[in-house]
């Protein structure tokens, strides 16, 4: 089994945080440069944050710059997106894959984000 696993979305108020995971499973994760991307409705996916194989060094778009923080945990095989200060903006589906992806790569289910009143 080879996969990616988004959890941690939900609904959040605007300026609160969620913490998203993405755990790989079949596969080493610390191999790879990895990336959190998200897609809104009727909108191209966009990369929000990618962070180096061992974690040395990450990147952001200029969206979340300063609200969002990408880490890893290659032990656990886990890469984390910590989203603060949240924006209605923000609300998407939210996925991560290899940075960057494969031709043809596999997007999973994702996980909902919802940021609202």
């Known amino acids: 089994q080879v996969q990616l696993v988004e959890s941690g979305g939900g609904l959040a108020q605007p300026g609160g945080s969620l913490r998203l995971s993405c755990a790989a499973h079949?596969?080493?994760?610390?191999?790879?440069?990895v990336g959190w991307y998200r897609q809104a409705p009727r909108k191209e996916r966009e990369l929000v944050a990618r962070i180096t194989d061992k974690g040395e060094s990450t990147t952001y778009a200029d969206s979340v710059k300063g609200r969002f923080i990408i880490s890893r945990d290659n032990a656990e095989n886990t890469v984390y997106l910590q989203m603060n200060s949240l924006k209605p903006e923000d609300t998407a589906v939210y996925y991560c894959?290899?940075?960057?992806?494969?031709?043809?790569?596999?997007w999973g289910q994702g996980t909902q984000v919802t940021v609202s009143s």
């Open positions: 894959n290899k940075y960057p992806p494969a031709d043809n790569a596999y």
């Open positions: 079949g596969f080493t994760l610390g191999f790879y440069h």
